[in-house]
């Protein structure tokens, strides 16, 4: 119990940032790993048709 008297919880301020940086984080990875599978599915098939 004395150690969840230290937590300090986020202002609503901060909580709004992290959730942007979180889901503009999660939106470029996804892009980045949808193009990668794309790229490498294009070049498969270029490769063994």
């Known amino acids: 119990m004395a150690e969840l008297r230290k937590v300090v919880y986020p202002g609503r301020s901060e909580l709004i940032t992290y959730v942007l ?4 984080f999660v939106s470029v990875m ?3 790993v949808a193009s990668l599978d794309f790229g490498l599915t294009k070049a498969v098939l270029a490769i063994f048709g």
Do not use: E, M, N
Not at 21 to 24: A, E, H, I, M, R
């Open 21 to 24: 940086v979180v889901l503009v």
């Open 30 to 32: 996804t892009a980045f």
